[in-house]
């Protein structure tokens, strides 16, 4: 059974610019969270997507969103690129039950670095 | 608001000593999972263990075991026996009934060396 796959797993972009990561979850998952990973913020959630809903999001600016198509795959994108959103972004993806929650699976990540 | 802490920034240790982690976490939830991940230098979060709050029952798997306290707001992770292989960072969470919102804590480096 395939993993979480990530792409782009480096990216390189400019301050101002926007970036598209993809996330492709384990199949017959239906939940996409995605998180951000900072040294100095540790690991904070973005947001949550099931069934092509936002089910759940975290506290970052509107410059962060996403979106989940029919076939689960999930997308973030990030405009006007800040030298503060250098960081690996990493994508999980589960079944999506809340009650108890599944245990989420992660991807490798995408390692964005903005100058 | 939830939290997860880990005071444990580095750990070192040689080779075949035991090793605990320790996790501490807040919550107002009286339902509530907690979990432990490990990242390797890859850098893919490699799941461990989930356990509910109603469970406190410890568990062990091979050489890895779980002490989880309620009283104490505990959830600390121990390593028998450690390898070199269990070189990772690992990371206690904590989510609440309703989501699968995960809140991690800062992570504990463990070196395990030869």
């Known amino acids: 059974k395939a993993g979480v796959t990530q792409t782009p797993r480096y990216l390189i972009k400019t301050r101002g610019q926007q970036v598209t990561l993809s996330c492709s979850p384990i199949?017959?998952?239906?939940?996409v969270s995605w998180y951000q990973q900072t040294p100095g913020q540790g690991l904070q959630f973005l947001f949550e997507?099931?069934?092509?809903?936002?089910?759940n999001k975290g506290n970052f600016p509107g410059r962060f969103s996403g979106r989940q198509f029919s076939n689960s795959r999930s997308e973030m994108n990030v405009s006007t690129l800040e030298l503060g959103d250098s960081a690996l972004y990493l994508c999980?993806?589960?079944?999506?039950?809340?009650?108890?929650?599944?245990?989420?699976?992660f991807g490798p990540g995408t390692r964005l670095t903005v100058l | 608001a939830q939290k997860v802490t880990q005071a444990q920034t580095e750990i070192s240790v040689v080779e075949k000593e035991d090793v605990t982690l320790d996790c501490v976490y807040e919550?107002?939830?009286?339902?509530?999972?907690l979990f432990w991940y490990k990242q390797p230098p890859s850098g893919e979060l490699v799941f461990l263990i989930r356990r509910n709050s109603f469970d406190e029952q410890n568990e062990i798997s091979g050489r890895y075991s779980w002490n989880f306290q309620k009283s104490t707001s505990s959830f600390n992770f121990t390593i028998t026996a450690s390898q070199v292989v269990d070189s990772a960072v690992y990371f206690c969470?904590?989510?609440?009934?309703?989501?699968?919102?995960?809140?991690f804590g800062e992570g504990t480096q463990l070196t395990v060396n030869p």
């Open positions: 919550t107002r939830d009286t339902t509530y999972y």
């Open positions: 199949s017959g998952h239906r939940s």
């Open positions: 999980a993806s589960s079944f999506g039950d809340n009650n108890p929650p599944n245990e989420q699976f």
């Open positions: 997507y099931f069934s092509e809903t936002q089910r």
């Open positions: 969470a904590l989510t609440e009934t309703s989501g699968s919102r995960l809140t």
